[in-house]
């Protein structure tokens, strides 16, 4: 027990503050990007499917930020993952969803747990995918109602308007470079 304990003591060092010009990169990226997704004109689908609650922002897209903007050198940050991570989730939880409709809380529970291990086994780990997956279970009902059309609006859209402003952003200042790797 004392072995176990003593991992939680830490030791390492806290992370360093960030340098301004850093903070107003990461601030301009995550405002035009979650922007960009209330105000890009919708295709048919996306007008059909913007007549219920669903629409291009879900809550995942906000942590997702964070990692693309803020954190843009990490291996988790990657397109590979933030595009990967969040369809394969969409994917999963709608299919727990659909699997268990009646047991909502074992549907989120796997939903959760199979993204983290098919991420994991397909190199796409990026942490905003369980929320994606979890959102496909405890959502609306119009959102059920989409089913595995939710891992391309919103999912697949989204994430391809956060990388774009990613890519466009993380590059115009002259000490920042994304992506590391796309594959």
Not at 60 to 75: C, E, K, Q, R
């Amino acid at each position: 027990m004392k072995n176990y304990l003593s991992k939680m003591k830490g030791g390492g060092t806290s992370p360093r503050v960030m340098p301004f010009s850093e903070v107003l990169w990461s601030f301009l990226g995550a405002f035009l990007g979650i922007s960009a997704l209330h105000v890009l004109p919708l295709s048919n689908f996306a007008n059909y499917v913007a007549k219920s609650d669903v629409n291009l922002v879900i809550g995942s897209f906000g942590a997702s930020a964070v990692l693309i903007y803020g954190a843009i050198d990490g291996p988790l940050s990657q397109p590979r993952n933030l595009v990967g991570g969040h369809i394969l989730s969409a994917l999963v939880g709608v299919f727990c969803y659909q699997l268990l409709p009646s047991h909502l809380w074992i549907a989120a529970a796997l939903a959760v747990a199979l993204s983290i291990a098919l991420m994991q086994l397909t190199k796409t780990l990026h942490p905003p995918g369980g929320a994606t997956a979890l959102i496909a279970v405890i959502g609306s009902p119009q959102l059920h109602e989409i089913g595995y059309l939710y891992a391309l609006y919103p999912v697949a859209r989204g994430t391809a308007i956060l990388l774009l402003v990613a890519l466009l952003v993380n590059n115009l200042a002259p000490n920042r470079s994304y992506p590391k790797w796309w594959w």
